[in-house]
């Protein structure tokens, strides 16, 4: 297993680096403009590189019969996800038609994978908190296709600075990774495959970032993010408890600013630079920032959701207990408000 993930990885940051000259040849860079956090032309689209990593690893663990036909299906819708990014990094795709192949991978996955997983509900009984699994039937469908659709374009938002989107992917794939070992096999290999691609590209866009992820990459992350917590939630259902714990800093960051500029009756859908984490990098840095979100993620956020798996009786206490700082760093970080004009 081992060879298999220095191989993945190896693929990545040579392909990365392919990409890198492709995009400098093509001039696809990334210009600086009064939203962004970088200050020099930065090559994008690094992220082909990890789908195209992830994809040699799936055919061969597909070849080897260590998945099934249906995760080299989902692989497939994936491609479809990552392929309307790949032509926004390029040219401008109209945000309808992005919104429409988001809408309809998410579909396909729920149709493929007969609606969402059963949902842990801990509930008193006799004083104590016992577990209770609910089949959400129908109502299942809507529910996931629209955490999909949130966790695809969430990450997106969430990649604004070096390395960030790239250290939580991996973050995210070698901790679900820990919990499918003892769960099932075939899930193990997917979290492992996604980290090596994820890695190789890290390698590169670790501040200062060489090059950027763009929409090909964080689209289809964000996707298969959602999707690796939903397939986990199959196998043991507090696993959606655990992932949504793991996933707290980009889920709290991106909802908590959302909310807050619809509330404040901005206009919500336009390109913004007010998140709490892109807040911090312009005050720390981005490599501060980077180091923190691994701080919190490996000493507060991994434990809990340790904890909660050991304990489903304490689901949702334990994911409540996980977002309420980060509930506090974004209130303090400012974070959805409008940026006061200079004087």
Same mark, same amino acid.
């Given at each position: 297993?081992? *060879?298999?993930?220095?191989?993945?990885?190896?693929?990545?940051?040579?392909?990365?680096?392919?990409?890198?000259?492709?995009?400098?040849?093509?001039?696809?860079?990334?210009? +600086?403009?009064?939203?962004?956090?970088?200050?020099? +032309?930065? +090559?994008?689209?690094?992220?082909?590189?990890?789908?195209? $990593?992830?994809? *040699?690893?799936?055919?061969?663990?597909?070849?080897?019969?260590?998945?099934?036909?249906?995760?080299?299906?989902?692989?497939?819708?994936?491609?479809?996800?990552?392929?309307?990014?790949?032509?926004?990094?390029?040219?401008? !795709?109209?945000?309808?038609?992005? #919104?429409?192949?988001? $809408?309809?991978?998410?579909?396909?996955?729920?149709?493929?994978?007969?609606?969402?997983?059963?949902?842990?509900?801990?509930? +008193?009984?006799?004083?104590?908190?016992?577990?209770?699994?609910?089949?959400?039937?129908?109502?299942?469908?809507?529910?996931?296709? !629209?955490?999909?659709?949130?966790?695809?374009?969430? #990450?997106?938002?969430?990649?604004?600075?070096?390395?960030? $989107?790239?250290?939580?992917?991996?973050?995210?794939?070698?901790?679900?990774?820990?919990?499918?070992?003892?769960?099932?096999?075939?899930?193990?290999?997917?979290?492992?495959?996604?980290?090596?691609?994820?890695?190789?590209?890290?390698?590169?866009?670790?501040?200062?970032?060489?090059?950027?992820?763009?929409?090909?990459?964080?689209?289809?992350?964000?996707?298969?993010?959602?999707?690796?917590?939903? /397939?986990?939630?199959?196998?043991?259902?507090?696993?959606?408890?655990?992932?949504?714990?793991?996933?707290?800093? #980009?889920?709290?960051?991106?909802?908590?600013?959302?909310?807050?500029?619809?509330?404040?009756?901005?206009?919500?859908?336009?390109?913004?630079?007010?998140?709490?984490?892109?807040?911090?990098?312009?005050? *720390?840095?981005?490599?501060?920032?980077?180091?923190?979100?691994?701080?919190?993620?490996?000493?507060?956020?991994?434990? /809990?959701?340790?904890?909660?798996?050991?304990?489903?009786?304490?689901?949702?206490?334990? /994911?409540?207990?996980?977002?309420?700082?980060?509930?506090?760093?974004?209130?303090?970080?400012?974070?959805?408000? $409008?940026?006061?004009?200079?004087?």
């Amino acid at each position: 297993m081992l *060879f298999y993930f220095v191989l993945v990885l190896l693929a990545s940051i040579i392909l990365t680096g392919v990409i890198r000259s492709y995009a400098l040849a093509r001039k696809v860079l990334d210009i +600086p403009n009064q939203r962004s956090s970088h200050a020099a +032309p930065t +090559p994008r689209g690094g992220g082909l590189a990890i789908v195209l $990593a992830f994809g *040699f690893a799936m055919l061969l663990l597909g070849f080897r019969q260590l998945i099934d036909d249906r995760a080299l299906i989902l692989m497939g819708i994936s491609l479809c996800v990552a392929g309307i990014g790949f032509c926004d990094d390029h040219s401008h !795709v109209p945000a309808r038609w992005r #919104f429409l192949i988001h $809408a309809l991978a998410a579909i396909s996955i729920l149709l493929l994978l007969s609606g969402f997983p059963l949902l842990l509900l801990p509930s +008193p009984l006799d004083g104590l908190m016992q577990r209770g699994l609910v089949d959400l039937a129908w109502l299942g469908y809507p529910l996931g296709i !629209v955490g999909l659709v949130w966790f695809l374009n969430l #990450f997106n938002f969430m990649d604004g600075i070096d390395g960030i $989107a790239a250290s939580e992917s991996l973050f995210m794939c070698l901790a679900l990774a820990v919990y499918a070992y003892y769960l099932d096999g075939s899930l193990f290999y997917i979290c492992i495959s996604l980290a090596a691609a994820t890695g190789g590209f890290l390698a590169w866009n670790w501040p200062r970032a060489k090059i950027f992820m763009g929409d090909v990459g964080s689209g289809f992350l964000g996707l298969w993010m959602g999707l690796l917590i939903m /397939l986990a939630a199959r196998q043991a259902a507090v696993l959606l408890y655990c992932g949504l714990i793991l996933f707290g800093i #980009f889920l709290v960051d991106a909802t908590y600013t959302l909310a807050v500029r619809i509330l404040s009756g901005q206009k919500w859908y336009e390109a913004h630079c007010s998140h709490a984490y892109q807040r911090a990098a312009k005050r *720390f840095g981005h490599l501060r920032v980077l180091l923190a979100c691994w701080l919190i993620n490996v000493a507060w956020l991994l434990p /809990l959701s340790f904890w909660v798996f050991t304990h489903p009786s304490h689901a949702l206490a334990g /994911l409540l207990t996980a977002y309420l700082p980060l509930v506090y760093l974004a209130y303090r970080f400012k974070a959805g408000l $409008a940026d006061r004009p200079a004087s």
